[in-house]
């Protein structure tokens, strides 16, 4: 098992930047895959990025290019460098880790951008 605890969201300008953590604890950290996910009012939780065991990352194309995700695995924790944010990137961001047929999130933290 593993808890996730995530902090850094906030109120940002547009073109502003924010830096997302993800705590890890409770398990083996380095064998899970990590990923952030996105929930807007009304809409349903997406994925933004993902960062394997392996330290391979993938992204969803709204926010390629403007987000970095990394893992430190001796601090147990992911990390979700946002930049260039939009407007439209507001929403609750959520940490999620995966192993085998584990499937863990955190309580999410809120990401406003204003225009």
């Known amino acids: 098992q593993v808890q996730l605890v995530e902090s850094g969201g906030g109120l940002v300008q547009a073109g502003g930047s924010l830096r997302l953590s993800c705590a890890a604890s409770g398990s083996i950290f380095r064998v899970y895959n990590m990923g952030w996910y996105r929930q807007a009012p009304g809409k349903q939780r997406d994925l933004v990025a993902s960062?394997?065991?392996?330290?391979?990352?993938n992204y969803a194309d709204s926010v390629g290019g403007r987000f970095l995700i990394s893992r430190d695995n001796a601090k147990k924790t992911v990390y979700l460098q946002m930049n260039s944010l939009k407007p439209e990137d507001t929403a609750v961001y959520y940490c999620?880790?995966?192993?085998?047929?584990?499937?863990?999130w955190g309580q999410g933290t809120l990401v406003t951008v204003s225009s």
């Open positions: 960062i394997t065991s392996g330290s391979s990352t």
């Open positions: 999620n880790a995966k192993f085998g047929s584990q499937d863990h």
